[in-house]
């Protein structure tokens, strides 16, 4: 994936952490200070937009939004991404199915 957003998000849901996808490489921060994430299991929602939802076309109208992989994987009910993560330095890879 060239371009994308990725979310590490704890069991109730909140985000643990963002990281911005680039070249097919992404790395987590818990703040500026604080790279990688917290030990323990995530669930993980992955976003690559060709056009945003709501970005304002040429038109004067809006996108609906064109996503670049299948919807399900902004969904953590949908996604199936899972990751469990060490205390230890940890490198998560994931692969993603193709939109159709």
Do not use: C, H
């Amino acid at each position: 994936m060239e371009q994308g957003i990725i979310a590490f998000l704890e069991p109730d849901g909140a985000s643990a952490a963002l990281g911005f996808i680039r070249n097919g490489s992404y790395s987590m921060e818990r703040s500026p200070s604080q790279p990688g994430l917290w030990p323990g299991n995530y669930s993980v929602v992955i976003r690559s937009w060709k056009e945003e939802p709501g970005q304002l076309m040429p038109s004067g109208g809006f996108s609906k939004g064109i996503s670049l992989i299948p919807e399900k994987y902004q969904d953590p009910k949908k996604s199936g991404l899972k990751a469990e993560i060490g205390k230890s330095a940890t490198t998560v890879d994931f692969e993603l199915e193709a939109k159709k």
